[in-house]
């Protein structure tokens, strides 16, 4: 492999011995992954018989909190969209994002996420929820193994001008937090939520908004020596008021105004409060350009003395853009004020932006190209001893894909990605690259 692939220098002998003994495991014992998909496709009969469930031809057409017209199953008034998918079967060649190439240690690894999007008619009004399940495995470090569970459920209540929406959602994973913390440590998110929504002219409308998450780390969850429980158990409370008008059928534009409260389970000297408002836009799935874009303003105040605050602009977007027959782009970009782990820069700036771009090459076969950036600005707490005063860290990334299509929903691949981390403090930089297959039904 060239050394270019794995940053400058030397390509270590040890990691590249590793990652031949991984590429020798993936060949040699494709029965042993095939009875390991085989278990956990075991585990999820119910989703993969309602794959077999001939879908039904639906309207073109469809209200909010309906289902799209391209669900594949309906069984009387429940309708369902299930997806599975194999991914990351293969090498990843620094499991733990170690500084020290040396010591880097690979093992092969692969992702099985069954899914499921349902709507239940009850009345006049839908019930939906989404189901996911990732279940990834490693072969040598079963440390890192994990099942993760996310659930979410709302249902759309509509009277004559008001529309109400509660609803709630469940996350139990052992998935890296973010870009800061490299531990694969244990957390549950809880979050219950509600709004509603008064037309007061034709394509106008106000409303009101609830949020109150809860984030909980395992009692045993560590990283660098910090107990992630006493740091960053919190639970956030948000109260908004909102304002939309339609554009047109398919393009809403919308306004918030919001006031958050996070408070800190073991740690209150982390406390703050936020003020917030955005704009923005909204596209409908059937859109050429779906998803949506939102820019605003945070006034974000930490209640310790002390603890700097931030007053500035926060980005987000999360788009698609599908302008021709076999070409798809994607774009995300967000910034926001992110939680550290370390109590003396209690927080960071975070602004990043990823891309990617899908072409349908030839006949089934496509190709796909991404790339991303990520910028973490630290602030520190006045008068700590920190190594690095006015911290910022970089990670970029960039990898693609080639895929082959087999009828309208299956998808077999190949990708590659690498991503670096560059810093001031050098025990968290880090350079990993991941290659291998994808199997993707219905996504």
């Known amino acids: 492999m060239p050394s270019g692939l ?5 390509p270590d002998r040890r990691r590249e011995r ?9 060949l040699s014992n494709l029965r042993f992954c095939a009875s390991i998909i085989c278990i956990l496709i075991r585990k999820n009969l119910i989703l993969l018989v309602l794959m077999l469930v001939p879908a039904r031809a639906f309207a073109q057409t469809t209200e909010a909190g309906e289902p799209p017209p391209t669900v594949r199953v309906r069984l009387g008034p429940l309708f369902v969209n299930p997806t599975i998918g194999l991914t990351n079967a293969g090498v990843d060649d620094n499991v733990f994002n170690q500084s020290d190439p040396a010591l880097a240690q690979s093992d092969f690894t692969m992702t099985v996420t069954p899914a499921a999007d349902l709507w239940l008619r009850f009345g006049p009004s839908w019930i939906s929820a ?17 099942a993760n569970t996310n659930l979410r459920l709302n249902w759309r209540i509509p009277f004559n001008r008001l ?3 509660p609803g709630v959602a469940y996350l139990n994973t052992r998935e890296r937090p973010g870009f800061e913390i490299d531990a694969r440590s244990q957390r549950t998110e809880v979050d219950y939520n509600g709004s509603a929504e008064l037309r007061v002219m034709s394509k106008s409308f106000v409303g009101a908004r609830v949020d109150r998450r809860t984030t909980t780390f395992a009692q045993d969850a560590t990283f660098l020596g910090t107990n992630l429980s006493d740091e960053l158990n919190r639970t956030v409370t948000t109260f908004g008021v909102t304002a939309r008008h339609q ?15 996070d408070r800190f389970e073991f740690s209150p000297d982390r406390d703050t409060d936020s003020t917030q408002f955005t704009g923005g836009l909204k596209f409908d799935p ?4 779906k998803g949506g874009a939102t820019f605003g303003y945070r006034n974000f105040k930490p209640l310790a003395a002390g603890v700097p605050s931030y007053q500035g602009a926060t980005v987000n977007v999360d788009v698609s853009y599908v302008p021709l027959d076999g070409t798809r782009f ?7 004020v992110q939680y550290s782990y370390d109590v003396n820069q209690p927080y960071y700036l975070q602004t990043g932006a990823t891309a990617s771009l899908s072409q349908q090459i030839f006949g089934p076969v496509d190709v796909v190209g991404r790339i991303g950036a990520q910028q973490l600005d630290y602030r520190g707490r006045a008068g700590a001893s920190v190594a690095i005063p006015e911290r910022v860290d970089h990670i970029k990334s960039y990898g693609g894909g080639v895929g ?7 998808r077999i691949g190949f990708n590659a990605d690498r991503q670096q981390r560059t810093s001031p403090v050098n025990f968290k930089q880090y350079t990993d690259v991941r290659y291998g297959f994808a199997v993707t039904y219905g996504s």
């Open 330 to 336: 994607a774009l995300t970009v967000a910034r926001d």
């Open 247 to 261: 554009l047109t059928p398919l393009t809403s534009i919308t306004f918030d105004a919001s006031r958050e409260q």
């Open 130 to 146: 989404t189901l996911k399940e990732d279940l990834v495995y490693y072969n040598k470090f079963a440390s890192e193994r994990s």
């Open 404 to 410: 082959y299509h087999i009828g309208r929903d299956l």
């Open 18 to 26: 590793g990652r031949f003994a991984c590429v020798r495991f993936l």
């Open 6 to 10: 794995l940053g400058s220098g030397r």
């Open 163 to 165: 529309v109400l929406n």
């Open 286 to 289: 059937a859109a050429l350009v």
